[in-house]
């Protein structure tokens, strides 16, 4: 058996439209990313979707043309991937880390008021491996203190808190479509907004500060979305939610199939919430979890730990002076342990993972 980690679910239709994309000789920033803007800015009910060149560069541009930058502090995860935070070291903020709630994995909203500053500008919270973050006690803390929230909900294509999306609770929000995600693309990203501000300056840093061609009023980069990815993306986005409901069959699958083996802690669902099963994050709490993973390698199950550290563990930030404390994400980061959940699975795939599961001793 060789089953991966992660696999994108991907078909004709995609090829279909990657051809169209080379006989047409529109690589960048042509008319298939604007119809994966349209198409995705309709899907989520937002105003306007910028596409760029990834999540990272997304995350640099929402924060800049929010106008976040020296001397801010921006209360953030430190259990995500580190592109979050460093997109607050890029525009020159301070990313101030929240520690996680326990059965959500995401920033626990209890713990945010007391790490609020006069310094503090903006929140921004992931709704990690696709458990979305309860959007309406963020909401409220941030409209109490003025703060400014923006969601990166570059792990939850397709989750829902209380009916509503992800990605569409906050004013601007964030989205990757690296392959990993659950809408796979060759690469790219998206600035997600209502706001008109967002939307023109994004679009300039974009294009290294341009608004009229030749005409460079601020510094920018090349954050381009490129096509070829756009026509994958429109392809993705119509088959979205199969993808999303058969990563939701397989998670039931697997904490139905896991319920007698007490030696782990299966993903928990929040009320109100669509969970989109970016990740299905399982915890080793009474086994040795370098052995559990050496057993399923071993018999060809892909495995994968999110994250290795916590972000203020990691020696860019130890560097930085950071001395948090934040006892409940430093216990789960070694017990963290991702399972493959990928569309292509079929239930003989899945019967075989539970039975090498069940054979752990
Ligand atoms: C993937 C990811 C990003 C970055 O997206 P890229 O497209 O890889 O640059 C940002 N934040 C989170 C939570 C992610 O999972």
Known sequence: M????????????????????????????????????????SYLGMRQVIGTSSGTSALYCVLKSNGIGNGDEVITTPLSFIATANSILHVGAKPVFTDINEETYNIDPDLIEKKITKKTKAILPVSLYGQPCNMDRLSEIAAKHNLILIEDAAQSHGSEFKGKKTGAWTTSSVFSFDPTKNLATCGGGAVVTNDEKVVEISKMLRIHGAKIKGQH????FN????????????????????????????????????SDLNWII??????????????????????????????????????GIFYNKPIHKQKLYLDLGYKDNLPVVEKIIDQVLSLPIHPNLKKEDLDYISEIMHSIK
């Not at 439209?17 to 995705?40: D, P, Q, T």
């Not at 986005?237 to 999303?244: C, G, P, S, T």
């Open 2 to 41: 060789n089953i991966p980690l992660n696999k994108p679910f991907l078909g004709k239709e995609e090829e279909e439209r990657v051809l169209e994309v080379i006989k047409s000789g529109n690589l960048l920033l042509g008319n298939k990313v604007e119809e994966f803007e349209k198409n995705f800015a």
């Open 217 to 220: 009023d601020i510094l920018g």
């Open 223 to 258: 954050f381009k979305m490129n096509d070829i990815a756009a026509a994958i993306g429109i392809e993705q986005l119509k088959k979205l939610n199969i993808i999303v409901d058969k990563k939701i069959k397989t998670a039931q699958f697997y904490t139905k199939s896991f």
């Open 266 to 303: 299966t993903p928990k669902v929040q009320a109100n919430s669509k969970h989109s099963f970016h990740k299905y994050t399982i915890r080793i709490v009474g086994k040795n979890r370098e052995e559990v993973i050496k057993k399923l390698n071993d018999a060809g199950v892909g495995t």
